[in-house]
């Protein structure tokens, strides 16, 4: 298998297995979400093993991580096939990392925020009436820790803020489902903030709404709690929507 055929370049080779395991699966995997290696496309181990120069029990470990996550398949006399997106593990938050980094960033995007749309208002409304006191006054605490965050412009900190935030009123549901869902929100909320595409400066309604969706728990209120959070949601739509526009995605 060539470049030309597999739709892979040559990348640097990093010291240690695990160093060489982890640089080949993640760029295998970028370039099968962003579409360099599309479905139907046969990789051949030995033709892998030549191109990253590793060796063949790198190539497997890396295959089965991959067929792990719904992108390749191996067939007899056929070799490893890959598979559409439509098999793949779209739930899995390195899946997510890869099509962020992928020329279907934004389709990524907006897919993740509709997932939240969908569920966190209502993470908010369980919340209301499950989380204990002191978690809701922690929530509060960290609301306000969140607008300090954006007032200042402290982008670093508002990040890991805002992840915890949402971390924690998923959590606090009491939906152990729900509460999974975390790890995909701070892999959307990390891309956004590393690729640009979040405000300098949250706006001042954003920060708020978070606050607003703190106290509203605390007082265990579930509707209020729901419809700031689904304003929230509102919001991120109205902040990449000009972005789905022109890739054609909106």
């Known amino acids: 298998m060539d470049q030309s055929s597999s739709g892979v370049a040559p990348?640097?080779?990093a010291p240690g297995e695990a160093g060489l395991h982890a640089r080949v699966l993640d760029h295998l995997g970028t370039a099968i979400c962003g579409g360099e290696v599309?479905?139907?496309?046969?990789?051949?181990?030995?033709?892998?093993?030549?191109?990253?120069?590793?060796?063949?029990?790198?190539?497997?470990?890396?295959?089965?991580?991959?067929?792990?996550?719904?992108?390749?398949?191996?067939?007899?006399?056929?070799?490893?096939?890959?598979?559409?997106?439509?098999?793949?593990?779209?739930?899995d938050p390195q899946v997510i990392r890869w099509r962020l980094a992928s020329a279907g960033r934004m389709a990524q995007l907006r897919s993740i925020t509709e997932l939240r749309t969908a569920v966190e208002p209502h993470a908010a409304w369980l919340a209301a009436g499950r989380i204990g006191h002191d978690e809701a006054s922690e929530l509060v605490g960290l609301a306000a820790r969140m607008w300090a965050a954006g007032q200042a412009g402290d982008e670093d900190r508002f990040l890991s803020l805002d992840i915890e935030f949402h971390r924690r009123v998923l959590a606090g549901s009491g939906n152990e489902m729900f509460g999974?869902?975390?790890?995909?929100?701070?892999?959307?909320?990390?891309?956004?903030?590393?690729?640009?595409?979040m405000p300098h400066h949250p706006h001042q309604e954003a920060l708020q709404l978070h606050a607003d969706v703190a106290q509203?728990?605390?007082?265990?209120?579930?509707?209020?709690?729901?419809?700031?959070?689904?304003r929230i949601m509102e919001q991120a739509f109205d902040e990449m929507k000009s972005m789905w526009e022109q890739t054609g995605d909106g």
């Open 11 to 13: 990348v640097q080779s």
């Open 38 to 91: 599309p479905a139907g496309s046969v990789l051949n181990i030995d033709d892998l093993v030549d191109r990253y120069a590793v060796s063949r029990s790198v190539i497997r470990e890396v295959l089965r991580v991959l067929a792990s996550m719904g992108f390749v398949e191996t067939r007899r006399r056929v070799g490893v096939l890959i598979r559409p997106a439509a098999a793949w593990n779209v739930f």
């Open 180 to 197: 999974k869902l975390q790890e995909l929100v701070a892999e959307v909320l990390t891309g956004r903030h590393h690729y640009r595409l």
């Open 216 to 230: 509203a728990i605390q007082r265990r209120d579930g509707d209020r709690a729901r419809a700031a959070m689904v």
